[in-house]
């Protein structure tokens, strides 16, 4: 499952629009931390990351990370599921100050949970009521 098949309308909706990012990595998991850095760029204080792992037929995972690679290896590592994943996207989310950066990245990953429902997520973002 590559970026472009994930419901268009979730990259349009008003709450990621209004964000900075752009997406720095789309394609099959990546093996060193050098790779990942040179998709990616390095890490910074302002600089934060939302992960979409899937499969060739689904959305598997969203995460996030201040170091992708690390995260991601972990994953690798420890997740029985793992195996199913062919596909990662990673957005690189930017902004003033590393309090801004993380309610960004915050508001990204639980908007993609929501929304577009990975079957790997166990937690699930709890919705807010009026």
């Given amino acids: ?74 994953h690798r590592r420890l997740k029985p599921w793992w195996p199913l994943v062919s596909t990662v996207t990673v957005v690189r989310i930017a902004a003033l100050d590393r309090d801004s950066m993380r309610a960004d990245v915050d508001r990204f990953e639980r908007g993609a949970i929501r929304d577009l429902n990975p079957s790997k997520n166990v937690s699930r973002p709890k919705v807010a009521t009026a």
Avoid at 19 to 30: A, V
Avoid at 44 to 53: E, H
Wanted: with cysteine; charged share 25%.
């Fill in 1 to 74: 499952m590559r970026i472009r098949s994930i419901r268009p309308e979730f990259w349009t909706s008003e709450d990621v629009a209004a964000m900075d990012w752009h997406t720095c990595y789309d394609g099959p998991p990546l093996r060193a931390g050098r790779e990942w850095e040179a998709a990616c760029g390095p890490t910074a204080y302002n600089v934060g990351f939302v992960y979409l792992l899937g499969s060739d037929s689904e959305l598997l995972y969203v995460g996030q990370a201040w170091n992708v690679w690390r995260r991601i290896e972990k």
